[in-house]
């Protein structure tokens, strides 16, 4: 997680929403990781997680992730819990609840719901105090900026 939130602090630089996420596979390697990057990209699917699955893919050369785990900063929304479900993904560990988008708990349960067709295992609250931290200093920032 302190990896995810390094890459977080790097999105945070420039100018995108401070969320980080990296991959490994099942021997403990580094396999893929991503940044959010919708405003440099101009990309609404340019989230950390979506990005680091579509690396992790490329790395392993198949979309089935289910040896690996997924580490991301903040709880995932539903386009990202969606990917993360079809890549059957085999953990799933983030930092802090999203309480407007979380998908995993917080606004809704998409893995637990008759639309997943796969188990998702998870893990929340992983070094949730800095994750928390990272994503309301930089929102304060945001907010100080004249505009």
């Known amino acids: ?3 995810a939130l390094e890459l977080a602090a790097a999105a945070g630089k420039a100018g995108e929403i ?3 996420a990296i991959i490994i596979d099942a021997n403990n390697n580094l396999i893929a990781t991503g940044e959010n990057r919708r405003e440099r990209d101009k990309d609404p699917t340019a989230h950390a997680e ?3 699955l579509r690396a992790a893919g ?3 050369q198949n979309w089935h992730l289910n040896q690996c785990t997924l580490y991301v900063t903040l709880e995932p929304c539903p386009m990202c819990t969606g990917a993360i479900a079809l890549a059957r993904l085999g953990l799933l560990v983030y930092g802090v609840d999203d309480p407007k988008t979380g998908s995993i708990r917080t606004t809704t349960n998409l893995p637990d719901s008759a ?3 796969h188990h998702l ?3 929340g609250g992983i070094l949730e105090s800095a994750c928390r931290e990272q ?3 930089w ?3 945001r907010r100080q900026q004249p505009r």
């Open 1 to 3: 997680m302190n990896r």
């Open 18 to 20: 401070p969320v980080g």
């Open 50 to 52: 979506i990005l680091a």
């Open 58 to 60: 490329k790395a392993l």
């Open 115 to 117: 639309c997943c067709h």
């Open 121 to 123: 295992s998870v893990l």
């Open 135 to 137: 994503l309301q200093a």
């Open 139 to 141: 929102f304060l920032q």
